[in-house]
C-alpha cells in the first residue's frame, strides 16, 4: 500500500530524515513512536508530499508518489492533525465538504455521504450549522475525522490526532476510532510520543531516533524482544507493567511458534479479542482465580515472543 524507499530529507546542513525503508501493509494500523524531534512529522508529511524528499521516494498503491499531481495525491489521503485542523471562518458541515467540493461532488452526493458518515461516527445533525470554536475537543476531532473519511480515501494519516484532548477524552475518542467497522480495513498511519495511545491504536509500532527506525514490530515484539540497547531503555521505564498489559490482546494468547504450544486462556470474559490484558484484569475485578489464569497465559505469551526468531531487517514489513 504505502513504501518508503531510502527516503531522506535535509533542512540546510542538519539531516532530519536518514534513510529511512518502511512498508506498511494494506489496511494495517501503523505508529511512528519516539521522542519529541526524532522526525516523527517530517516523515509524515512527506508521504503526502506537504514535504518533498531530499532523496529517496514514497511509494503509494504501486507508484511513485513523485509522479502524482501532489493535490491529487492529498485527496487520496485523508489527514488529520492535532486538535483537528478545522477552518474556523467554516461550520461544521462546510469544513466536512471540503474534499469533496474539490472533488467536484454535487449537493446532494454531499448529503447522502454525510448521512453515512454522521452514523458511523455518532455525529449530531445540531452540530452542522455551528463553527469549530462552539465544539468541545472531543467533537472536534470527531468533525475532523469526518471531514478526513469522507471521500473515503485509500489511506489515513494523523498527526498526533488525540493530543489536545484532556486525558479521560483522550482514551475514549482513539479506543471509539479504533473500534470502527469504517477504519476496520483502511490503512492507518499514525504520529504519536504517548507510549500507551501506540500500543493501543497500532497493530505495529515504528520506533525512531535521530531520523531513523529503530526497530518496527508489533508492542510485544518491542517489548519482549528489543533489537538494541535504545529500543530497550525506551520502554524501560517505571510504567512498564503497565505497557506490557496494553502490548498483549486477547487475540495474543491464542497464538503462538506451534499451535499445540500456545498459551491459551480458557476463562470466559465478555470482551472483544482486541482487548488488552490491561482492560480484561479491569473487567475482572476481584476475581482472583480468572486473573491468575490470564496473567499465566500472558506470561507464557512473553516467553514465546521472547523465543521467536528476529526479523531480517528492522525496517521492513
Same mark, same amino acid.
Request: charged share 25%.
Given at each position: ?30 505508529? *511512528? &513512536? #519516539?521522542? !519529541? ?6 516523515? /509524515?508529511?512527506? +508521504?503526502?508530499?506537504? @514535504? ?49 467540493? *474539490? &472533488? #467536484?461532488? !454535487? ?6 455521504? /454525510?448521512?453515512? +458518515?454522521?452514523?458511523? @461516527? ?49 482514551? *475514549? ?145
Amino acid at each position: 500500500m504505502i513504501e518508503l524507499r531510502d527516503l531522506r530529507k535535509d533542512f540546510g546542513a542538519k539531516t532530519v530524515i536518514n534513510g529511512v525503508n518502511l512498508r506498511v501493509r494494506p489496511g494495517e494500523k501503523l505508529v *511512528l &513512536l #519516539g521522542p !519529541s524531534g526524532c522526525g516523527k512529522t517530517t516523515l /509524515l508529511r512527506m +508521504i503526502n508530499r506537504l @514535504l518533498e524528499p531530499t532523496s529517496g521516494s514514497v511509494w503509494f498503491e504501486g507508484t511513485d508518489a513523485g509522479k502524482y499531481d501532489p493535490v491529487l495525491l492529498r485527496r487520496k489521503l485523508g489527514y488529520v492533525v492535532q486538535d483537528g485542523g478545522l477552518l474556523p471562518h467554516r461550520t461544521v458541515r462546510e469544513n466536512i465538504f471540503t474534499v469533496p467540493r *474539490l &472533488l #467536484g461532488w !454535487s449537493t446532494q452526493q454531499c448529503e447522502d455521504r /454525510l448521512f453515512v +458518515i454522521k452514523a458511523i @461516527l455518532w455525529l449530531f445533525d445540531s452540530w452542522f450549522e455551528m463553527f469549530p470554536h462552539e465544539l468541545s475537543g472531543g467533537q472536534r476531532q470527531r468533525v475532523a475525522l469526518a471531514r478526513a473519511l469522507i471521500a473515503d480515501p485509500a489511506a489515513l494519516l494523523m498527526d498526533e490526532p488525540f493530543s489536545g484532548l484532556d486525558p479521560m477524552t483522550r482514551q *475514549l475518542i482513539r479506543r471509539e476510532v479504533r473500534g470502527l467497522w469504517a477504519l476496520r480495513d483502511k490503512t492507518i498511519i499514525m504520529v504519536t510520543h504517548d507510549i500507551s495511545e501506540a500500543f493501543e491504536f497500532g497493530d505495529r509500532v515504528a520506533l525512531m531516533s535521530s531520523g531513523t527506525i529503530q526497530q518496527v514490530g508489533t508492542p510485544s515484539e518491542l517489548l519482549f524482544r528489543p533489537r538494541n540497547e535504545f529500543v530497550q531503555n525506551f520502554f524501560n521505564q517505571t510504567e512498564r507493567i503497565h505497557h506490557e498489559w496494553q502490548a498483549v490482546r486477547l487475540m495474543d494468547l491464542e497464538l503462538g511458534p506451534a499451535a499445540e504450544k500456545s498459551p491459551r486462556f480458557d476463562a470466559k470474559i465478555d470482551l472483544p479479542a482486541t482487548a488488552t490484558i490491561a482492560e480484561a484484569l479491569a473487567a475482572m475485578g476481584g476475581d482472583t482465580k480468572r486473573s491468575s489464569a490470564l496473567l499465566e497465559a500472558f506470561q507464557k505469551h512473553k516467553v514465546h515472543v521472547r523465543a521467536a526468531a528476529p526479523e531480517q531487517d528492522p525496517q521492513q514489513s
